[in-house]
């Protein structure tokens, strides 16, 4: 996201008149229906209120950033305001705010407010920026702020890069990508820095591709690095000397990953499209491949969860305010028309869910021709195909009303595995085809054989597989008391470990996969309480700098006021940069603090209808009040146990 194309020069206050929070939201508000980016006053003022009331976005060293997903939001926008000598906004650090920016998204936006917050806040770490803001007397200033800065980070990125200087390129992405891909990216450009290494770093993130490599970066770098836990676009680096690591190996190691890719020692990658065997990946262990293959499916599957199990919750939550009759009760969601056109849209995208999870599993095992292959074992695991379970004509009513039993996530993921396999050794059946025939077997054999030979065994993987489904679903949906709260706590605790690594993203996969089984009946406890622990440790972390200022250096301080916006958005890996250096002492807090508070949310039996969202789909809990102590509960612990045992600056 480009901050410049919200920042509009007529939704710019350079001089407010305000001299309190409560005049300044009023006068930013008003100017923002007065320009016609907000439809109602009241709806949207009400929305940057009941975010206040959370907890205030006056961040400290004078900024602040309300913000709002609203139904009363014509068009996604930024507005900037100025107050000289600034305001009482009951900002964290309690000092006056003179930086404001008020962020409004339209309803059906995704995820705009927080892709707004993250990328000011990387304008505005940047040392001397703030004070370019706070001299700036006309919209044209202020834009020219803004560029001057990107113009600034492009330079340090690509830097100009002379025949005999080292320069590398990078590309990043992680299973989410909203967080380790950046920070990656980061530690590498910040590392390259330190080492006079000139470099270029593209992003695969959730908003798309950032800073594109092009052929003649890939041409001049001396390396390529790849820190990724998802497949990304490997075709172009043929015959570069290449290293391909996990993106934590990006923020833990950049300086050895940039001297690897410097050092001449490096395998060429060569391009599976010439059919021969890639020797620069990194020798994976079954279980690193096995995870890594698993995410990139994942990472393709989470944008139809999250937007379908919204809307079906969104449907339940319409119905519950709309009224049913108790006669009724069994057609929540779909009793009232409109509750009912959510739900439908919900369920499409959720029907993609499972074959979307096993086709990007094969296509990271066995690459594009995996793809068809996995998108049928993921919908024969949707709808439970298997044998004695077939329909025919010719058998009669009997076989014709026979109905298998979905195998679900488990199925899914199996399949995309088996898919993979078989695409795996059909290319090594036809290996030696020769060279004239290699786009009839791309086009036709592999589709063909691929498709049959995995439905076929899935027809049997199905039997056991469903089996096992049903079995966890009861399970789940028959835990109570101290069942619920061990599988509470196990779960809050494992997303607090490595914070988006391997155990977190288990933990995280685990809920996801309870989630379609269980929104029908208001929710899943497991889903609620990964949600819980992820939100902990930044929270932690805001808590433990701010009561032990002390044992924190200043820009510690600063990262754990930014920390509350990761921690309440559910970005676990916020508290990554605390848990690396420190691992002995936050590891341990987080993980106490998460599963107190995953334990909470289990004995509550607090149900959650949406995978991901954090503060934003609070609503969508069945007690959001208690969820929010629970949380509130688990950061103060991990906070104040972080704090006491971290060592004095």
Do not use: W
Not at 58 to 81: C, Q, R, T, Y
Not at 259 to 276: D, F, I, M, R, V
Not at 365 to 376: Q, T
Not at 446 to 474: E, H, K
């Amino acid at each position: 996201m480009k901050i410049q194309n919200l920042l509009q020069k007529d939704a710019m206050i350079l001089s407010l008149n305000a001299t309190n929070k409560a005049d300044a939201i009023t006068e930013m508000v008003q100017k923002l229906v007065d320009t016609g980016y907000v439809t109602d006053f009241d709806t949207f003022k009400d929305g940057i209120l009941a975010r206040e009331a959370l907890t205030t976005t006056g961040l400290g060293d004078g900024i602040a950033m309300p913000h709002s997903k609203n139904a009363a939001v014509k068009e996604a926008v930024v507005l900037f305001a100025k107050k000289d000598g600034g305001l009482d906004y009951e900002s964290l650090d309690g000092q006056p705010t003179d930086l404001l920016f008020m962020i409004a998204a339209p309803d059906g936006a995704n995820d705009t407010h927080l892709a707004a917050l993250a990328e000011l806040s990387k304008y505005l770490m940047k040392d001397g920026f703030a004070d370019s803001l706070r001299s700036t007397s006309t919209p044209d200033q202020v834009l020219a702020a803004f560029n001057a800065a990107e113009e600034e980070t492009v330079k340090e990125s690509v830097a100009s890069v002379n025949n005999d200087e080292d320069f590398v390129v990078a590309v990043t992405a992680c299973t989410t990508g909203i967080a380790h891909t950046y920070m990656a990216e980061e530690a590498l450009k910040k590392q390259a820095k330190e080492l006079g290494v000139a470099i270029k770093v593209e992003t695969n993130g959730a908003s798309g591709i950032g800073n594109k490599l092009t052929a003649e970066d890939i041409k001049k770098a001396k390396g390529v690095i790849i820190a990724a836990d998802k497949a990304v676009e490997m075709d172009r680096f043929d015959g570069k000397p290449l290293i391909l690591k996990p993106v934590a190996a990006g923020i833990r190691e950049p300086e050895n990953l940039i001297k690897e890719a410097l050092s001449g020692n490096l395998p060429t990658y060569k391009s599976t499209g010439q059919a021969q065997e890639n020797e620069s990946e990194e020798k994976l262990s079954i279980g690193k491949a096995f995870y890594k293959h698993l995410m990139s499916g994942v990472s393709s599957m989470l944008p139809f969860v999250i937007g379908g199990g919204i809307a079906i919750a969104i449907a339940f939550l319409i119905d519950n305010a709309m009224g049913v009759p108790k006669d009724q009760l069994a057609n929540l969601g779909s009793y009232h028309e409109l509750a009912s056109v959510f739900k439908q849209l919900g369920g499409a995208a959720f029907g993609f869910m499972l074959p979307i999870l096993a086709g990007y599993i094969a296509y990271s095992i066995a690459e594009k021709p995996g793809l068809v292959a996995g998108f049928v074992a993921g919908a024969i695991a949707s709808n439970g195909l298997a044998f004695g379970k077939v329909p025919f004509a010719s058998g009669g009513e009997k076989t014709l009303a026979l109905a298998g039993v979905p195998s679900g996530f488990l199925g899914a993921l199996v399949g995309g595995f088996l898919a993979g396999g078989v695409i795996l050794i059909l290319k090594k059946v036809f290996s030696n085809v020769p060279r004239s025939l290699n786009g009839i077997v791309s086009i036709l054999i592999y589709p063909v054989l691929g498709v049959l030979i995995t439905g076929f065994l899935m027809l049997f993987v199905n039997i056991p597989m469903a089996a096992i489904n049903s079995g966890l679903t009861n399970f789940l949906n028959s835990l109570s008391g101290a069942n619920a709260v061990l599988l509470g706590a196990l779960l809050g605790g494992m997303m607090a470990i490595d914070m988006g690594g391997p155990f977190n993203k288990t933990a995280y996969v685990f809920g996801t996969g309870t989630l379609a089984a269980t929104v029908a009946s208001g929710g899943s406890v497991v889903m609620a309480a990964v949600m819980a622990g992820g939100m902990v440790p930044p929270l932690a972390v805001f808590v433990a700098t701010l009561l032990f200022k002390n044992k924190f250096t200043k820009e510690e301080q600063d990262s754990g006021l930014t920390n509350i916006v990761m921690g309440l958005s559910f970005i676990t890996e916020g508290a990554i940069p605390f848990g690396a250096a420190d691992p002995a002492r936050a590891i341990p807090s987080f993980v106490l603090g998460s599963a107190v508070t995953g334990g909470l949310v289990g004995a509550l039996g607090i149900k959650l209808m949406a995978p991901h969202g954090g503060i934003f789909v609070i609503a969508l809990t069945s007690n959001p009040i208690m969820y929010l102590v629970a949380v509130a509960i688990g950061a103060v612990i991990s906070g104040i146990v972080f704090g006491a045992l971290r060592k004095a600056k």
